[in-house]
């Protein structure tokens, strides 16, 4: 699967941004979707997973309350909203797919997007 995240951009805090990440298959209902994100100087973070129905949402508790991911099967799209933004939300933010359930192990996702920047000003 081939997946092409965008979106990113500078904003200040407070604000919002939403991400988007279209996939290159035909079988994208198929698939597990995941956000992760990775600041400077530091490892990849999980931030949110959805199953391949929408039905299932699973967040990392920093964002909770915050980010929302949801999907689009007829148009293979995930998306992630993201308010109230913070700086130390500051990453460059990438998708994921997997054939399985939901997962918040990174090593578990078997295609990556190439990621898109998100820099939130104080």
């Known amino acids: 699967v081939q997946l092409q995240a965008s979106g990113g951009g500078l904003v200040q805090a407070g604000g919002s941004l939403r991400l988007s990440c279209a996939a290159s298959?035909?079988?994208?209902?198929?698939?597990?979707m995941g956000w992760f994100r990775q600041a400077p100087r530091k490892g990849r973070e999980f931030v949110a997973a959805?199953?391949?129905?929408?039905?299932?949402?699973y967040y990392t508790d920093s964002v909770k309350g915050r980010f929302t991911i949801s999907r689009d099967n007829a148009k293979n799209t995930v998306y992630l909203q993201m308010n109230s933004l913070k700086p130390e939300d500051t990453a460059v933010y990438y998708c994921a797919a997997r054939s399985g359930g939901i997962a918040t192990a990174g090593s578990s996702y078997d295609s990556w997007g190439q990621g898109t920047k998100v820099t939130v000003s104080s």
């Open positions: 298959t035909r079988t994208f209902s198929g698939y597990s």
């Open positions: 959805i199953s391949w129905s929408g039905g299932s949402t």
